[in-house]
């Protein structure tokens, strides 16, 4: 077989990683439409992540975020995001760049994104830059969860790594996952 000198898996996963880019660029101008609402999934140690120290020893190799009812201040940029979450009652600012997302799950609709992301890309704990949280505003916990669905006041949730809800969404909800194993030659 020819050796790929193009390097077509890298680029499928900058094309994927532009539907999300797409997707959260609409949500940060128009707000979530209908039902829809995101889990990220993201490694804490890749490069350019910025969390709290408090969030980082929580998470030390990968967290999911809901954005679903409390969020804000989400701003997107051609390498990443940022958004502010609160996590058991404290007001914290993330910024994720795309390269550090290892999935992207809309539930509203089963829609799924599974991304490679190397190890090798990743930084020890101690490199990385810390955020301090953000300056208090509405305190809502991030283990309250809404009554309503159809509320859209933006709402913070974290969800932890062994979170079934968060881990468990594809075999449960029978979602189509989007991988390139799939399309790799074996």
């Not at 810390?130 to 009554?147: H, I, L, Y």
């Amino acid at each position: 077989m020819a050796e790929d000198r193009i390097r077509y898996d890298i680029l499928a996963q900058d094309a994927l990683r532009g539907v999300m880019r797409k997707v959260l660029t609409e949500v940060a101008r128009t707000g979530l439409p209908g039902e829809h609402h995101f889990f990220i999934t993201f490694l804490t140690t890749a490069p350019g992540v910025r969390v709290s120290s408090r969030l980082r020893e929580r998470y030390p190799e990968q967290m999911t975020i809901v954005l679903q009812y409390q969020y804000w201040d989400l701003k997107v940029t051609e390498t990443g995001f940022e958004v502010g979450l609160s996590f058991a009652d404290v007001p914290e600012m993330l910024s994720v760049p795309f390269s550090a997302v290892r999935g992207f799950y809309d539930p509203s609709v089963n829609f799924e994104l599974e991304f490679d992301v190397r190890p090798d890309e990743s930084v020890t704990p101690a490199n990385l830059e810390e955020v301090p949280p953000a300056p208090a505003v509405g305190e809502v916990s991030a283990k309250d969860k809404p009554a309503a669905p159809a509320r859209r006041k933006k709402s913070p949730k974290a969800a932890p790594e062994g979170d079934d809800e968060a881990d468990g969404k594809a075999d449960s909800k029978g979602a189509e996952v989007v991988s390139l194993d799939a399309f790799r030659k074996k």
